[in-house]
């Protein structure tokens, strides 16, 4: 179905794709920077102002008179969107006591879910009926009401980590880095580039990489404190989370192929597909008033990864019509619903509080990564598989869960960390 912004703008399908793409760069590019001043300027402060930022650009989204302006704005939203994305998380874990950190995490888990349910219902019942502008403008409303409620809920920040000077040249190569990488992997999923460009845009982002980590490792006042991700917890944490987002999205593109392909209506699909993340939100929501308190976050995550294996090795078998179809992704959306709050809290447990912010943005970062390399490594599948697409498209998610699972698997012995100060730096001793 054509895009409805690109029959307003009368533009090719692939020009309108920059519409979507140009937001998700400039967000995970931007998430890190934005919780390292959140650490040093306060959550709550760098919070509203992406609200702000974000409702904003929504406001002028929906009001764009050309295509060029309308990516425009939405490279302001995704400003917006990655300074509320990077400091959600720290304030939940800064504001909610340590013994009930998971829960909270959980709570705010099941909300992104439930977006997930809804988003696309809403979104095409405004398509469908005002406009695609009203997606935009829909965002304002909203944007205000959080606004306000934010200014007088959330809590002032106590620890700070002050920025005596701004790692400018650091957020230059991290910022090449991520969108070479997100390039070179949305052109695996459709995206109208030549294969010596995705080539070229793949050594790019390993040599501004490697850049971003020697600078990191030599200057004072760094980014991104390398020290957080020597800590085991948080590194492995960060991979688990990457491929929990991958094993979510993943489905989410190919179940509706899969539902249409046999014959069913878009509305079907639609419906079918909303069983994943309505089991994740029921999981993340609930999980703590019916599991024993005692198991640990470890163990919880463990148990949610191959919950999610044994679903997709269910399905890898299944003849993927609806009544196969629609409880076994209910059942993974139920296991991710309990591995995701759970690691969550995990990573966010290992970091100090002065740090909060860069830890939430490693973390939506990795979900960012995760979200383009589902809708990347499903698409690959499909186009590489042909009559069994769907069938490698599976059995390449069971893979990523079944490492999950081995990431997530609790250790005999505790974890030594190396003890971390109020800056965020290892110290010895």
């Not at 002028?60 to 050309?66: I, V």
């Not at 704005?73 to 909610?96: E, K």
Request: hydrophobic share 55%.
């Amino acid at each position: 179905m054509p895009d409805p912004s690109g029959a307003a703008f009368d533009c090719s399908l692939a020009a309108v794709e920059l519409v979507s793409l140009a937001y998700l760069l400039i967000l995970v590019a931007l998430l890190i920077p934005a919780g390292r001043l959140s650490g040093a300027h306060g959550r709550k402060l760098l919070y509203l102002y992406g609200f702000l930022a974000f409702s904003g650009a929504s406001a002028a989204c929906g009001l764009a008179p050309s295509l060029a302006t309308l990516v425009a704005f939405r490279v302001v939203q995704a400003g917006g969107a990655a300074m509320m994305q990077a400091d959600g998380v720290a304030l939940v874990t800064t504001s909610a006591p340590r013994e009930r950190m998971r829960t909270a995490l959980g709570v705010q888990t099941a909300a992104q879910a439930l977006g997930l349910v809804l988003g696309p219902t809403v979104g095409g019942a405004l398509v469908s009926t005002l406009g695609w502008r009203w997606v935009f403008e829909v965002n304002v409303p909203m944007g205000v009401l959080g606004l306000v409620a934010g200014y007088f809920l959330l809590p002032r920040t106590r620890a700070r980590n002050p920025v005596r000077e701004f790692d400018g040249w650091g957020l230059m190569l991290l910022s090449v880095a991520t969108i070479g990488l997100l390039l070179s992997v949305s052109a695996a999923s459709g995206l109208p580039v030549p294969g010596w460009a995705v080539a070229v845009l793949a050594g790019l982002a390993a040599a501004a990489a490697w850049g971003f980590v020697a600078r990191e490792r030599r200057i004072t006042q760094p980014l991104l404190d390398l020290g957080i991700l020597r800590v085991r917890t948080v590194s492995v944490g960060l991979f688990a989370a990457l491929c929990g987002y991958l094993v979510l999205f993943g489905p989410l593109v190919l179940a509706p192929i899969v539902v249409i392909l046999r014959g069913h209506s878009e509305l079907t699909a639609g419906a079918v597909l909303t069983a994943l993340p309505a089991g994740f939100a029921l999981t993340a929501a609930c999980a703590d008033r019916v599991l024993p308190s005692a198991l640990s976050d470890r163990s919880r995550c463990a148990a949610g990864a191959v919950v999610c294996a044994a679903a997709l090795a269910t399905m890898l078998g299944s003849p993927l019509s609806l009544a196969w179809l629609t409880p076994l992704l209910a059942l993974l959306g139920l296991g991710l619903g309990l591995f995701t709050p759970a690691n969550n809290a995990l990573i966010m447990g290992a970091i100090p509080p002065c740090s909060s912010g860069t830890g939430g943005g490693l973390m939506n970062m990795a979900r960012g990564l995760g979200t383009a390399l589902g809708v990347a490594l499903v698409a690959l599948a499909l186009y590489l598989g042909g009559p069994y697409g769907n069938r490698w498209a599976l059995f390449l998610l069971l893979i990523v869960s079944l490492l999950t699972a081995a990431a997530a698997w609790p250790t005999r012995a505790p974890e030594l960390q190396p003890p971390i100060d109020e800056s965020g730096q290892e110290t010895s001793g």
